[in-house]
């Protein structure tokens, strides 16, 4: 099988985190333009995003429509509900090598974050959440 390779095209999804305890984050990812869907954990998280992401590229052709980047403005959109512990802006650029690369934001609150692969996300994740 060939792995999935995506490029010139950002996919991006707002992630609200309304907990983690001991390395378990439960919250609400949403795309846009294919709507919102819960997680219980992090494999959840990560497997829940994988399909979106793809079903978003696949319906979107090459493009995907642009998130709102201020604060309040996901609420007040009805885009996604803010989450209970934090919300996270997630663009992922390319997947390549069955992984993602691309940059995490946590908008107020810390710079873009690049990360290379799954693993770098869930370091960068794990580092803001545990701040959060």
């Not at 793809?54 to 996901?74: F, K, N, P």
């Not at 650029?93 to 810390?110: A, R």
């Amino acid at each position: 099988m060939l792995a999935q390779r995506w490029t010139n095209e950002a996919v991006k999804t707002v992630v609200c985190a309304d907990s983690y305890d001991k390395g378990v984050l439960t919250g609400r990812v949403y795309v846009p333009g294919h709507g919102i869907t819960s997680f219980d954990s992090l494999s959840e998280f990560i497997l829940h995003i994988e399909a979106l992401v793809g079903r978003a590229h696949e319906a979107a052709g090459t493009t995907v429509s642009e998130l709102l980047h201020q604060g309040d403005e996901y609420a007040a959109a009805g885009l996604c509900h803010r989450g209970r512990l934090a919300t996270f802006e997630l663009q992922i650029l390319f997947h390549q090598h069955n992984s993602w690369q691309g940059i995490l934001n946590w908008p107020g609150k810390k710079p873009e974050q690049p990360f290379r692969s799954v693993l770098e996300l869930i370091e960068l994740l794990d580092s803001m959440l545990r701040q959060a």
